[in-house]
Structure formats: structure tokens, C-alpha cells
């Protein structure tokens, strides 16, 4: 196995949302590349042990972590769980994110709070409670870094999407929390970075890309002319979080094969 394999042996890391989708992609990656990792799930408690089991089994180490991250309390009690079982937290991976789908003059607010408090405000609590947990622990023995928090956005932190607006904002918001984060933190070593993913096989589109026409109409939007998997999220978010994008701070790095390179004008517009 190469050394490269093994980026971050010996560190931990908290990855929200991790029962499922991208999530769970993520926390595999990490923990073959050597970190402790937290398996952090609101359901699907099943899908989180047998995610925890799958690592093991690979010679990994891994924990489930149930928790609310739009409840700060229950945020701070995910990294007192995480630290209870591995001690040091270098790495936060903010993923746990939803959509409530209508048109706006049809969207309750409810609707509108429930994707705020997830995708932005749930991010806000897991990111401050890393800069505190990074801070009251110090320096890393293994990483240049103080810590690192990777915050899942999406293409639409840039693209309007109409019949989405909870969930535009919500992006277009984390995109300018993780900035702000990155320019307050850096001179403390703490980079905070960005993953925006175009459209990605999960549950979560999963009315898209399994039925044929839609499908059709999804991968006009993606030059690279696939659907996205997982792992290619995965791969982007391993590399923040290593050593290896040490210099790399308030960026967001979108991952969508083309799909925020406004697609309509290939062809002179
Ligand atoms: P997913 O539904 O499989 O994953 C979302 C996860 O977040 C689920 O495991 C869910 O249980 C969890 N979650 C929801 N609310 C939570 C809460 N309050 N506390 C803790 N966990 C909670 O879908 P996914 O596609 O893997 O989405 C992961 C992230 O990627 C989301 O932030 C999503 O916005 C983002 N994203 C996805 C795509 C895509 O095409 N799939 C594109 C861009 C961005």
C-alpha cells in the first residue's frame, strides 16, 4: 500500500449524515485513509451500525453517533461522544442536509425552517463546535493544520433553482458562512473549505435518475456526460481534509462534471 493511501492515519474525524448517500461514501474514505472516524445519523440508526461494521470488518475504526444537527445540544453531545471513544478531533465533515421541494408561493415555512435549520444553521453548529473542540485541544501531532471542516454546499450555492428556494438559499448561505469561517480562522491553522456536488446518485434525486426521461433531461446539464457517484464527492472531500490541500482555505470545490459551466451555451448560446 502506498503511503498516499494512508493520508490521515491517526486522525479523527465527525462526518454528519453519514448513514446514507454521500455521507456514508465519505466516512469509508476517510477511515481507509486511516482516520478514527464518527458516523453521525438523525434515522436510520441501522444503516449506520452496518456502515460502522463494514469498517470495522476493513481494519478501520469507527463509531455511530446519533444526533440532531440543528439541535445544539445534541451537536455537543456528538463530539463528546466522539471524543469519549477517540480522543482528538481533527476533521469535521458538515454533509447532513435535506429538501423540501415547492414552489414558493406554496412553501409553508415549516418547509422553509426545516431545510434553514438543517443545511445552513445544523453546519453553523457543527463548524463552531469544531473551532472550540480544535482550539481547547491544540496542536495536532500529525497535521500542520489546527483542524479542518469541510462544508457540503452544492451547485446551487451559484445556480438559482426555482421550486427550491429553501434549498437554494440554504447552499448559497453555507457558501458564504464557510468563506467568512475560513477568513476568521485561518491565522488559528483551522481551514474551512467547501465540496459543491452537481447532480450525485443518492436517495435524495433518486425520482431523477431512476426514471429514464428525466434522467435524459438531467444529463444535458452535465458536459462530463455522467451522473456523479458518491465516491467522487468522497475523493474531493478526502483531499480537503488532508495534508495534501494544506495550503487551501475559504474555496469551494465543485464537483458536478461540468454543470455550473452553464451548459446552454456549448453551443454558442
Ligand atoms: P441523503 O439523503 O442520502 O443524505 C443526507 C443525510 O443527511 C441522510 O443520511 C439524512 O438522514 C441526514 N440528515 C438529514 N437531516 C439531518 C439532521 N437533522 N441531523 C443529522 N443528519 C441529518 O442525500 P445525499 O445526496 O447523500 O446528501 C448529502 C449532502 O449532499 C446534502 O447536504 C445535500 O444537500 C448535498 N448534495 C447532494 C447532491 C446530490 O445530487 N445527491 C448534490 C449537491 C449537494
Redesign the pocket.
Known amino acids: 500500500m502506498l503511503a498516499r493511501d494512508r493520508l490521515l492515519e491517526g486522525q479523527g474525524a465527525i462526518v454528519?449524515?453519514a448513514?446514507?448517500?454521500?455521507?456514508a461514501a465519505i466516512a469509508s474514505a476517510l477511515a481507509a485513509a486511516g482516520a478514527a472516524v464518527g458516523v453521525?445519523?438523525?434515522?436510520?440508526a441501522d444503516a449506520a451500525d452496518a456502515l460502522v461494521r463494514e469498517i470495522r470488518d476493513a481494519g478501520g475504526r469507527a463509531i455511530a453517533i446519533g444526533?440532531?444537527?440543528?439541535n445544539e445540544d445534541a451537536v455537543s453531545r456528538m463530539f463528546d461522544a466522539f471524543a469519549d471513544a477517540f480522543g482528538r478531533i481533527d476533521i469535521v465533515v458538515a454533509?447532513?442536509?435535506?429538501q423540501k421541494d415547492a414552489p414558493a408561493a406554496d412553501m409553508t415555512l415549516a418547509d422553509w425552517r426545516a431545510v434553514i435549520d438543517?443545511?445552513l444553521t445544523?453546519q453553523f453548529l457543527c463548524a463552531r463546535e469544531a473551532i472550540r473542540r480544535f482550539v481547547a485541544q491544540g496542536p495536532s501531532p500529525g497535521s500542520p493544520a489546527l483542524g479542518k471542516i469541510i462544508c457540503?454546499s452544492?451547485?446551487h450555492e451559484m445556480i438559482p433553482w426555482a421550486g427550491h428556494v429553501n434549498y437554494a438559499a440554504s447552499k448559497g448561505g453555507v457558501m458564504l458562512m464557510m468563506k467568512t469561517l475560513a477568513q476568521e480562522v485561518a491565522s488559528r491553522k483551522i481551514r474551512v473549505n467547501g465540496v459543491a456536488?452537481?447532480?450525485?446518485r443518492?436517495?435524495?434525486?433518486e425520482s431523477v435518475w431512476s426514471d429514464p426521461d428525466q434522467a435524459h433531461g438531467l444529463l444535458k446539464l452535465i458536459p462530463y456526460g455522467r451522473i456523479g457517484e458518491?465516491d467522487d464527492v468522497a475523493k474531493a472531500v478526502l483531499w480537503l481534509a488532508s495534508d495534501e490541500s494544506d495550503y487551501v482555505t475559504g474555496t469551494t470545490l465543485f464537483v458536478d462534471g461540468g454543470m455550473a459551466l452553464y451548459p446552454e451555451f456549448r453551443d454558442n448560446g
Do not use: K
Open positions: 454528519t449524515g448513514s446514507s448517500g454521500i455521507g453521525n445519523y438523525r434515522s436510520g444526533a440532531d444537527v440543528s454533509n447532513a442536509g435535506l438543517v443545511n445544523g457540503m452544492s451547485v456536488p452537481g447532480a450525485i443518492t436517495r435524495i434525486n458518491p
